[in-house]
């Protein structure tokens, strides 16, 4: 985990609220494993860096999916090609997948589909199946990304584009035809709490990346505190930061 200067390379709005946001570093990354998230300095009033995931990455350079909900991500809606922003990164446990997890499924919820596609960037050798939900055809993404890599099922809550309905309903109907080894899912916290009782009912084993507030970004703060029940029984709080943010669907408790 590093502080590292960037330059925005470019600044894009891919819907109406939400960017894409392009960073070359002045030096060569750290290495980046799927699922792991960086802590972006926001400058003016906002003291507190903000987290988001990578979406994608090489040695120099990162991309970020930016949804612009308050104060500090219409700040970095007015970055410009050329502005120097400071990031630390990576940070987090990311996505881990075991040799036993051969055909995965991902599941991505708006936004939430972004750190879904650097999977297959750490594990270029599995199958993959993808369902990547919508409010409308208006709010689509990364279907081009997800149709790189394997078979996409596109959802959309109002069917104005692929398959009507919300995106954990449209996988219950398919998933017992799928049967995948494991789900990897990212999204708001309904679409969580959909993708753990359907993991609990089909036993497919699932993990997810949530939307924990956060404060320090390095395990010191516990802001980021969630509690997470252990196989003993036992509830724990664990640190989302550093911990996660990557969590058993079947521990965490949403
Ligand atoms: C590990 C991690 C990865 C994330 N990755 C992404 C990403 O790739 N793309 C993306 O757009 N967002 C991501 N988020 C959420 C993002 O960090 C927040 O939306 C952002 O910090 C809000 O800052 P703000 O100043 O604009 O909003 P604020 O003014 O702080 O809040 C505005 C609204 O956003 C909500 N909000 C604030 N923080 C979060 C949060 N952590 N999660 C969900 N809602 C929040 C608030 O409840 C409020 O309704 C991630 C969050 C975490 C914890
Ligand atoms: S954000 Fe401070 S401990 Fe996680």
Redesign the pocket.
């Known amino acids: 985990m590093k502080d590292i200067e960037f330059t925005v390379e470019s600044n894009i709005f891919l819907t109406k609220s939400v960017l894409e946001l392009k960073l070359v570093a002045s030096e060569q990354l750290p290495e980046i494993r799927c699922g792991q998230?960086l802590h972006l300095k926001v400058g003016g009033e906002?003291l507190l860096r903000?987290?988001?995931?990578i979406?994608k990455f090489d040695s120099h350079s990162v991309t970020?999916?930016?949804?612009v909900?308050?104060?500090?991500?219409?700040r970095i809606a007015e970055f410009k090609a050329g502005d120097k922003v400071k990031a630390v990164l990576p940070i987090?446990n990311g996505f881990t997948l075991g040799n036993e997890h051969r055909k995965i499924l991902l599941l991505g919820g708006g936004?939430g589909c972004?750190?879904l596609v650097t999977v297959p960037l750490t594990y270029p050798d599995r199958e993959y199946i993808s369902y990547i939900g919508f409010a409308n055809s208006e709010a689509v993404m990364f279907e081009k990304d997800f149709g790189a890599f394997g078979k996409t099922v596109l959802c959309t809550d109002d069917g104005s584009a692929g398959r009507k309905g919300y995106v954990t309903d449209v996988l219950r109907e398919d998933v017992e035809k799928i049967k995948p080894d494991v789900i990897l899912t990212c999204g708001n916290t309904p679409m969580l709490k959909a993708a753990a009782r359907l993991s609990a009912e089909t036993k497919i084993p699932a993990y997810m990346?949530g939307?924990?507030?956060?404060g320090c970004g390095v395990g010191a703060c516990l802001v980021c505190a969630c509690a997470v029940k252990q196989k003993n029984g036992e509830i724990v709080n664990k640190r989302?930061c550093v911990d996660g943010?990557v969590f058993s669907l079947e521990e965490i408790i949403l």
């Open positions: 998230f906002f903000r987290p988001f995931c979406y970020l999916i930016v949804a909900v308050g104060g500090g991500t219409r987090g936004v972004a750190p990346s939307e924990t507030r956060m989302a943010p």
